[in-house]
């Protein structure tokens, strides 16, 4: 009896602490990410601050394209359900970065020849990811 009193609160702490998890887990990536848009903005705020406009505006174009893939690896994930306080999923955001990204379509400058393979399968699976994206809003706002 007393070791199913242990398995019993074994078993209710270690479920307790995977509810935990899936409830923080999100929020903890956001502050760990958080580091490298910022570096990014501040990146983009000395190009604008010494007048190079159009550099900045690359910077930007190419964040939302990995953006956009970002969220079509979300969409293909199956793993909506670890977000549960994040649902119902609205789709105002996204759709404004479509329409944008419609409107202003942007493709990224050819890779070199001295491109590695792991650069040219990521290219790929970027454009693949953004237009799924596109396509599938599109499709939605259509409707």
């Known amino acids: 009896m007393k070791y199913f009193m242990y398995l019993i609160l074994i078993s209710i702490g270690f ?64 793993l909506k359900w670890l977000l549960p306080n994040r649902l119902p999923f609205d789709r105002k955001p996204i759709q404004n970065a479509v329409d944008y990204r419609l409107a202003n379509p942007y493709q990224l400058a050819g890779l070199s020849s001295s491109s590695s393979i792991e650069e040219i399968e990521g290219d790929k699976i970027l454009n693949k990811n953004v237009n799924f994206v596109l396509e599938l809003y599109r499709k939605a706002s259509s409707e």
């Open 15 to 78: 479920c307790g602490g995977i509810y935990v998890g899936f409830q923080k887990a999100p929020q903890e990536f956001i502050y760990w990410d958080s580091q490298y848009k910022a570096s990014i903005l501040a990146s983009q705020q000395k190009l604008l601050k010494n007048g190079n406009v159009e550099k900045a505006i690359d910077a930007n174009e190419i964040f939302l394209n990995n953006e956009l893939s970002n969220h079509a690896e979300f969409l293909e994930s199956k």
